[in-house]
Each structure stands twice: as structure tokens, then as C-alpha cells.
């Protein structure tokens, strides 16, 4: 059988939605090589094994197909982020819950590494809708942690700043997924959780301990 006329049987068994799918994931692969700039409509049919105007029924234009490539991504990232920030924590085991937490991130992102470099090492070429995406993303992470950890961490008592601690804690657990993603060999899921182990240890610290430690008691 003639390349195109595989590819025209392709075609014709996939619906319209796993099409667009196969056609978002051909783009993703190519993100992931080479960065945005690599990416067209040509480049894209050709990884997916179909031809151009299949591409363009679609999407329209390249600009389209990246926008909602992005907003695939985004969402995706978002959802997975979503099943591992800790919810409203119990200062008894909160300590638990944020490094489950970490570990849980850590593990979606080696996961689903693609997403992940979209999203936290944006390429270069990337449309400003993934930059707007990413900040709003982030914006709404950092809330929902300041408000699970208002009501204070373990044993070390409340945060004098719990926007602010969330910001941190955010920026800790961003940082060690891109250096996982980076440097997976160097930087294992493993190491950097025997580091935040140490990190969050006063947050098991005896109350008097706590005391001492805590400025303002």
C-alpha cells in the first residue's frame, strides 16, 4: 500500500476527536525535540502520517494549532496539579501531607516529562498564551496552598505569612521537578526528598522546641 493511501485509511478509522488528539500529540513530540520552532503544518503531518490538509481541517492555521496544543497542555498540567496540593492540612500531619505531596508531584511530572518542559521551561518560540496560562495556573496553586496551610504546620505553629510560605513552598517543589526533568540521573526523585525530609523537619519538633525557635512566643 502507497504511503498516502495509509494514510488515508488512518484517516478514515480515527473520529474526529482522536484525530485532533494523534494531530496535538504529533506537535507536543516535536516541542519536545526541537522547541516551538520546529513545528509546522508540514512537520506535523509528516510525524502523524497524514497529509497537510488534514492538519488544516483541524486547526486552520499553525497559530491555532499551537494555541490549542497549549491549552491542552495547560489544562493537563493543571488537573495533574490538582490531584497532589494538599488540601485544607492538619497541623498534626502536616508535615506528612506536604511531603506526599512533593513526592506526588514529583511523580506526575517524570511521568508525563513533555507537559512538564512545556510548562515549567517554556521553549523558546512559545506563544504568550502559554506564559498567561502558566502564571494563572500558578497563581491559583499558591492560593490554594496559603489557604490549606493557614491554619498552622505541625508543631512549629501558625505562619506569620501564609501567602507567602505558600510561595515558597511552590517555588521549592517547581524547582525540584525542573531539576528532575532536567537531570533525572543527578537529580532523582529520592535525593530531593531526603532534602525536604530534613527541610520540614520542625514541623515535627517538640512544642518547646517550637517555642524557642518561634520568635514571637
Known sequence: MRQADASQSRAIRLSGEAR?????????????ESGMHAVSIE???RRAGITRPIVYSHFGDL????EQLVDREANRALAQLAGVVPARLDPSNARQALLAGLRAYLDVARDDPLTWRLVLMPPEGAPGLLRERIEQGRAAVIAELAESIGPGLGRAGRSP?????AITLSTVADESVRLLLTDPERFPPERIMTLAEWLLEPLDEPPERAAEL????
Do not use: H, M, Y
Not at 63 to 66: A, K, N, S, V, Y
Not at 214 to 217: L, M, S, T, V
Open 20 to 32: 485532533r488528539e494523534q494531530i496535538l500529540d504529533a506537535a507536543k513530540e516535536l516541542v519536545g
Open 43 to 45: 512537520s506535523v503531518a
Open 63 to 66: 497559530p491555532g494549532l499551537l
Open 161 to 165: 505569612d501564609p501567602e507567602l510560605l
Open 214 to 217: 518561634d520568635p514571637g512566643a
